[in-house]
């Protein structure tokens, strides 16, 4: 009697890594529930090998395939869409790191890490692994590189492009690419790990990654800065920038309307500050020599600050306890306004001011009254722009096209860490030209010919 799939996709991975129904329900819906539907089954490989027989077997059997780490992600690219026979293949097994090179300032992991558990490798041996976002304990650097996700320190280290030095990747044909390589300078014809960086799936399924390592820091202040406006804020980023150089690490602005969220949403919760602000910034510095010197050094820099008129009042973290408060307020902003109408839109730093402004004055002409949670890495121009409340999501394109016309007008981009997935696969036709779409087409049809590498996801 022939093998049913579900056996055959059993006989690769073991009849316990193979789920369906109920068992299967935890990673059919994504992590906010705006996207759920069914899969023929949840396949979970524990090695590279095994990434590939299931690949080649869902490609001989035209199954769509659904890669998924984490599933933090928050556009629906992670799970099915229920338009054709997907399986749901989860990374979650391959959890080793192969090995940390000290001296070559490099990790090698699996797809399945979770972020935070490499945080923890790459400390144990004296060094900093500085990809670091709220999802942090449960994304897994396979989803990272796919989003090219970037958190809240890469106004310093760059984003996960900036920190991948070679990939393995399991090709929609069932191939191994073996780009494993640690090196830093390889200049050697197109660099085709930059293509799986970001792809959401869409082009392969990533195994494997030499990620870069830097030291690991001794030394670190966290500033809760009360500032008048978010034009005093970018001005204040230069400010820092130009006293302390590369030691500003994070950089990040909260609106008034965002703390009174978190302060609701979490009892006991502690306003850093007794005299209310429209605006704050979290700053946060580090550096590898001694804490004193660099405690010096920021406050130096904060009161010149404050004598420019930059800076209204400053808290100043006085043990990592209260950083640890202080972080755990910019951490909480997302769940304290779960359901609203989310942006995560860039543009150029300098007009960071000018995008607040111009779409609240747009969105308060058409909707009066409503709640902006404006919040996020004005150091690398990325904001995160909620509206509202769950009564406004009805009308998220009318939200959207003020939104995304002020991006627009400001030469921003309409996502600027969370990707497109399901959720802004239409909306980027309106904001790339014909011959980029086109572009991303032929590279899509080049590597996926069969159209099998998560379908319905970006393009
Ligand atoms: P998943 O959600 O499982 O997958 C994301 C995409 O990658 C999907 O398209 C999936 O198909 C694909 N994929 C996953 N693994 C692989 C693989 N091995 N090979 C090929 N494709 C794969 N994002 C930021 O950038 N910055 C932030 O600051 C940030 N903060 C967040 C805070 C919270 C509370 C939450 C819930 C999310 C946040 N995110 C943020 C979004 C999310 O955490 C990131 O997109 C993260 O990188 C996703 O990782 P994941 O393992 O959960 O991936
Ligand atoms: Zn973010």
Known sequence: ???????????????GNVLTGAEAASYC???RKQYAASAQCVARPGTTE????????AAAQRLAIVPQGGNTGLCGGSVPTGTRPEIVVSLSRMNRVRSVDALNNTLTAEAGCVLAELQRTAAA????FPLSLGAEGSCQIGGNLSTNA??????????TRDLTLGLEVVLPDGRVWNGLRGLRKDNTGYDLKQLFVGAEGTLGIITAAVLKLYPLPS???????????PARAVELLAALRSACGDRLSAFELISRHCVEAVLAHRP???????????WYVLAELTDTGEQAALAVMVERALDDCAQRRLVRDVALAASQAQSAALWQIRESIPEAQF??????????VSLVPEFIARAGIALDAVFPGTAVFCFGHVGDGNLHYNIGDAALVAKASEVNRIVYGSVAALGGSISAEHGLGQLKREEIRHHKSALEMELMQRIKQAFDPQDLMNPGKVL
């Open 50 to 57: 095994e990434v590939a027989q299931v690949v080649r077997l």
């Open 29 to 31: 819906a994504d992590w």
């Open 339 to 348: 359901k609203n109408v989310k942006h995560d839109v860039s543009v150029p």
């Open 268 to 278: 006991g919760t502690r306003d850093p500050l007794a005299e209310r602000s429209d």
């Open 125 to 128: 041996h004296e060094r900093l």
């Open 150 to 159: 970037g958190g809240v320190n890469v106004l310093r280290y760059g984003n």
């Open 219 to 229: 030394a670190s202040a966290t500033a809760w800065i009360a500032v008048e406006s």
């Open 1 to 15: 009697m022939q093998a049913t799939i579900i056996e055959q996709f059993a006989a690769i991975v073991g009849t």
